[in-house]
């Protein structure tokens, strides 16, 4: 199963799901546990430990749009008129924060959705622009041409730097549930949405932690971190709020 993320602020999710007046109720959980390196909280930070070396994440902070479910009974989403067959969340682009240390899991929203059965969840990592995003940058003028910003302190063998992660990568990302998740008319599901922040800095083989400010744009493990975000995203149903795929 392919991987993905979604966590956001509630003021800026408009929906604007298609509807054939039968409808049950869809929660959108966060949550970032799990990793492939050893993963402790402390205070409002996680701290990414592997052999002598850890990684303390302060924030992570990413622009998203275009966020929507797709019907299993659909080729795509919108392909039969008026069915119902999409839940669709038209963010366009908007700034999300990960909860992190105590911080776990959250839930982020809780819309009407048509009854039926779910099997894709999508979404854009999005660089915003000057022309088309000139209102998004007047209000996060930081994030012109900038996808995601991490903040944090990374040590190695005990010598410390702080550092400022930025990325521009630009990509669509789909992500098939496993099992597909069935909303019934009046019933309501849960879906837990996970980012593995703890494998963005490892190495290629996966052995050992990286500097973050290594990967900036030009830097020689830039293509190494682009490549695993881009394999850190998880979506499964979560009904019992624990983080965990039922």
């Given at each position: 199963?392919?991987?993905?993320?979604?966590?956001?602020?509630?003021?800026?999710?408009?929906?604007?799901?298609?509807t054939d007046g039968t409808t049950g109720t869809m929660t959108f959980s966060l949550t970032a546990r799990g990793g492939a390196a050893a993963v402790t909280t402390s205070g409002d930070s996680t701290v990414i430990m592997l052999g002598n070396d850890s990684v303390i994440v302060r924030s992570v902070e990413l622009v998203l749009r275009e966020i929507e479910l797709k019907r299993a009974d659909v080729a795509a989403c919108d392909a039969v008129e008026g069915n119902g067959d999409c839940q669709e969340f038209e963010t366009g682009?908007?700034?999300l924060s990960l909860p992190l240390g105590s911080a776990a899991i959250a839930q982020i929203v809780s819309v009407a959705a048509p009854a039926g059965t779910y099997d894709k969840f999508q979404f854009e990592i999005h660089k915003p622009n000057s022309g088309d995003d000139a209102a998004f940058l007047l209000a996060h003028p930081d994030f012109a041409g900038v996808s995601i910003r991490v903040t944090g302190t990374y040590s190695q063998a005990g010598?410390?730097?702080?550092?400022t992660f930025t990325s521009d990568v630009e990509q669509g990302e789909e992500a098939g549930l496993v099992p597909p998740v069935t909303v019934q008319e009046g019933g309501a599901v849960n879906i837990t949405l996970r980012v593995d922040v703890s494998g963005w800095f490892l190495n290629g083989p996966?052995?050992?932690?990286?500097?973050?400010?290594?990967?900036?744009k030009g830097q020689p493990n830039e293509s190494v971190v682009a490549n695993n975000i881009q394999n850190s995203f998880d979506a499964f149903e979560d009904d019992d709020h624990d983080g965990l795929e039922d």
């Open positions: 199963m392919k991987r993905l993320a979604f966590f956001g602020m509630l003021p800026a999710l408009v929906v604007v799901a298609c682009p908007v700034l010598t410390r730097s702080d550092f996966k052995t050992s932690l990286i500097d973050p400010a290594s990967a900036n």
